[in-house]
């Protein structure tokens, strides 16, 4: 970002970007700047979502049920490299793996044992998963059938959002462009079963934590979105029979008024695509709606409990930015897995900035500030710039595949840690105010026999499905891949028959192939 001046006035403000947006002005109004509601949290505060998954499916289960008993609102799902990546837990790629970075669901069964006890058409639900999204998504529909609960009430979000995979995370598994065919198929099946699921989650977070500038993230993401819509379009979608289900997936940093700034000039962008680029007829096809999790590149080892002040700032960033729904990291998590304690301290955080700060109680109340106002036209007008820049590389797809995005990303990450190697950026307990004193927390430790008992449950599992729907399932998976119909109820009837995720990504994998990354200096 340019470099700010020491005030700001009105005749910061470009006025000119404003001019046909009758109502802009005001919240709930196109084109959404100062948020998508009249009232914004008056009305509703956002959802309290906290992240969570490690080891297997029952030990999950219960860290579940105690964020519920202390005020969570909704959950949100980490599953282990395995699943995200299409290997089952006893394949010999993912030993050593398996629960490490989330919960390791292999089956129907694994998940049935996850939600164990929850009602989820009374909760709701985000999956981080991109790669196996659509057979995760199908067992948690499945898992809900064989509960008795109302399909067309399960809310949540599937993250689905195969691009940024490519760009910054690298949980991908086929190429680009059927990776693209499973987000879309994912997407039209999703509206007509469980029309309150949101079927992506159009993520700049992975992108963040790699390294982007604000206005990088801003502008890679709401790209990728476009890519997406695109996509949909052209499966034969209309625009508004899945545009208001889009959500979107921030990363809330700690340069307070900048991420504000960004949240508005988000919306303000997006409404504008759908409503003029795109000629969306539903207002609800115009909102910008987003999840916002803290930022973990932020968190450091060292002298950890100042991580809670951190994420706190964060968290406040996103909140008077609008967000629809919030994780706050555990101040541990630069360690280990949050332990119970970070956890609680962490959505206490959330239930403190709601209830105590008063801030919710006025809509973008930092709306007609000279500063916040010009950032945001600042943002949008760097957004702007890299949206023809990706235009003459000849679209989203193509700055993905040639490595270009990935590229950006790794310059600001660059000219970032020279700034800290410097000294030019100041990270409080690691290049100035160190302390002498080590600090030795409690962390959160996996039990080593979680592997073993959740290898030996999918062994168990192969054995005594029944042999015959399981084979028929994965055979008209493989034979619907080489089409063009939608793979989605395939997918179900594959999980249905108790086909593991590693055997539907091989099915998948035979028929699609892989990806190879292209590497970018």
């Known amino acids: 970002m340019s470099e700010l001046k020491p005030v700001y006035t009105d005749a910061d403000i470009n006025r000119d970007r404003r001019e046909g947006e009758s109502g802009g002005e005001l919240p709930g109004q196109y084109p959404y700047t100062r948020g998508i509601q ?19 499916a029952e030990e999950s289960n219960r860290r579940y049920h105690y964020l519920l008993s202390h005020g969570t609102t909704g959950l949100s799902v980490a599953f282990d490299l395995p699943t995200q990546t299409g290997y089952d837990s006893d394949s010999p790629l993912a030993l050593g793996e398996v629960g490490r970075t989330g919960v390791a669901i292999s089956s129907l069964e694994d998940m049935e044992r996850l939600f164990a006890g929850i009602h989820l058409d009374q909760v709701s639900t985000s999956m981080t998963i991109n790669a196996t999204a659509s057979t995760l998504l199908a067992m948690y529909v499945a898992a809900a059938r064989r509960t008795g609960a109302d399909l067309s009430k399960l809310s949540g979000t ?20 059927p990776a693209i065919r499973l987000a879309t198929d994912l997407i039209a099946w999703a509206g007509e079963h469980v029309p ?10 992975h992108m963040r934590e790699a390294g982007c500038t604000a206005a990088q993230e801003l502008a890679f993401t709401l790209a990728n979105g476009r890519a ?27 340069n307070l ?54 994420t ?34 962490a959505i206490r955080t959330q239930q403190i900035l709601a209830h105590e700060s008063r801030v919710p109680d006025v809509a973008d109340p930092l709306g007609g500030s000279y500063y916040v106002e010009a950032l945001t036209d600042q943002l949008e007008a760097e957004a702007e710039s890299i949206f023809a820049r990706i235009a003459q590389l000849g679209g989203t797809l193509r700055a993905v595949e040639s490595g270009w995005v990935q590229q ?19 990270v409080v307990g690691v290049n100035k105010f160190q302390s002498d004193v080590e600090p030795d927390p409690h962390i959160e430790r996996l039990n080593p026999e979680l592997e073993r008992r959740q290898v030996e449950r999918l062994r168990a599992l192969r054995t005594r499905r029944d042999h015959g729907p399981w084979q028929h399932s994965l055979n008209q998976l493989r034979d619907t891949a080489r089409t063009t ?18 055997e539907i990504a091989d099915t998948l994998r035979d028929v699609f192939g892989e990806y190879r990354e292209t590497v970018t200096v």
Do not use: C
């Open 408 to 426: 950006q990303i790794q310059h600001s990450a660059y000219l970032w840690q020279r700034q800290v190697d410097s000294g030019e950026a100041i």
């Open 228 to 254: 997406y819509v695109d996509a949909a379009l052209a499966a034969g979608l209309t625009i508004d029979s899945f545009a208001p289900r889009l959500s979107f997936f921030f990363n809330a940093h700690s």
């Open 38 to 56: 009249p009232t914004m949290y008056r009305g509703r505060l956002w959802t309290m979502r906290q992240y969570a998954g490690m080891g297997d």
């Open 196 to 205: 309150q699921w949101n079927t992506i989650s159009i993520s700049g977070y």
């Open 158 to 177: 599937v993250q689905n959002d195969i691009l940024k995979e490519y760009i910054a995370r690298g949980t991908y598994i086929y190429p680009v462009i």
């Open 257 to 310: 008024f900048e991420e504000v700034a960004k949240f508005r000039a988000a919306r303000r962008i997006w409404a504008r695509w759908m409503r003029e680029r795109y000629h969306a007829a539903n207002p609800r096809s115009w909102m910008l709606r987003f999840h916002t999790q803290t930022a973990g590149s932020t968190l450091t080892a060292q002298q950890p409990e100042n991580n809670i002040v951190r």
């Open 485 to 502: 119909t939608n793979l989605m109820p395939h997918i179900v009837a594959a999980v249905e028959s108790y086909a593991t995720v590693g």
């Open 312 to 345: 706190t700032i964060e968290a406040l960033s996103a909140i008077l930015g609008g967000t629809q729904s919030l994780h706050t990291n555990g101040y541990d998590e630069a360690l280990a897995l949050p332990t119970e304690q970070a956890a609680r301290i």
